[in-house]
């Protein structure tokens, strides 16, 4: 059995609410990391028994493993920032339950962080569609992220992100109102006008889950969420917003249409999909 250090160098951070299914994969990239000096923080966000029983057995199988129970289920965004007030490493990363990292992840993005002397990265990942494990695209967000890229463009996806734990906190998703989403999106605008500095590690080191869901509703929701985010958390009056709201949703439907007419280079070993 692996053990952890008091201080280990990476904490990593997954919030967990009914993922029994799909978290045996995500834990096998985790375990075959080529950086072993980390701890694994589950956040179980209340989740039915079957998987509250999955993280158990994990628990057990490994001394990095961290088990967090909330008494009922919070959302992703608290869960995240629950796990960061509990983290004990130098660096911290997110992983969601349903999703998959290379296995030099950690390696890569500790070291360039610590070569480029960042407060926070992040690389490409690709997205594939749950159940045919087919790769859709790959995400690529911009060289380095200041508000004007950041608002501009997507590309800057959670399960990317490390972060230099001294600048984390107690949390840095914002509680948003009921009914909106993008916590992260706020989160790294507000690291941004915080004076921050972020940049791309220009490499895919991790696959995103799609999940069946309405695609129409989920538009409509991410885009509120994001105006709600442009004009009240950053600032921006209702032209530069529009600019930007604008820019984004055509940068994502051109990368799509990119997408369907050439497949993604796919240089990565084959994950576990399912």
């Given amino acids: 059995m692996i053990t952890t250090s008091a201080k280990p160098l990476v904490s990593i951070i997954t919030p967990v609410h009914n993922d029994g299914k799909y978290i045996g994969a995500t834990a096998n990239s985790i375990l075959q990391q080529s950086l072993a000096d980390y701890e694994w923080i589950l956040i179980d966000d209340g989740s039915n028994g079957e998987t509250a029983e999955v993280l158990a057995r994990l628990a057990a199988s490994d001394a990095r493993i961290r088990i967090i129970t909330n008494p009922t289920a919070y959302g992703p965004a608290r869960a995240r920032n629950i796990g960061i007030a509990a ?14 990292w ?17 407060d926070f990265s992040y690389h ?7 159940g045919s494990g087919r790769p859709i695209s790959r995400i690529r967000g911009p060289k380095r992220l200041t508000l004007f890229t950041h608002n501009a463009r997507r590309g800057v996806g959670c399960l990317a992100v ?7 906190g ?17 989160a790294w605008a507000i690291l941004i006008k915080g004076g921050l500095r972020g940049e791309r590690l220009p490499k895919a080191l991790a696959w995103y889950r799609v999940r069946k869901r309405s695609f129409s509703s989920n538009k409509v929701r991410s885009a509120r969420s994001v105006w709600f985010i442009m004009r009240k958390l950053e600032g921006f009056g209702k032209i530069t917003a529009t600019f930007f709201l604008a820019s984004f949703f055509c940068t994502t439907m051109a990368s799509r249409l990119v997408a369907r007419v050439s497949a993604p280079v796919q240089t990565l070993t084959s994950p576990p999909w399912h």
């Fill in 170 to 186: 107690n949390g840095v998703f914002p509680a948003m109102p009921p009914g909106l989403v993008a916590e992260d999106f706020a």
């Fill in 87 to 100: 983290a004990r490493g130098d660096f911290v990363a997110f992983l969601d339950a349903d999703d998959i």
């Fill in 162 to 168: 490390m972060l230099k734990r001294n600048i984390a």
């Fill in 124 to 130: 490409d990942y690709i997205p594939f569609e749950d």
């Fill in 102 to 118: 290379d296995t030099s992840k950690l390696e890569q993005q500790v070291g360039f962080m610590r070569d480029h002397a960042l």
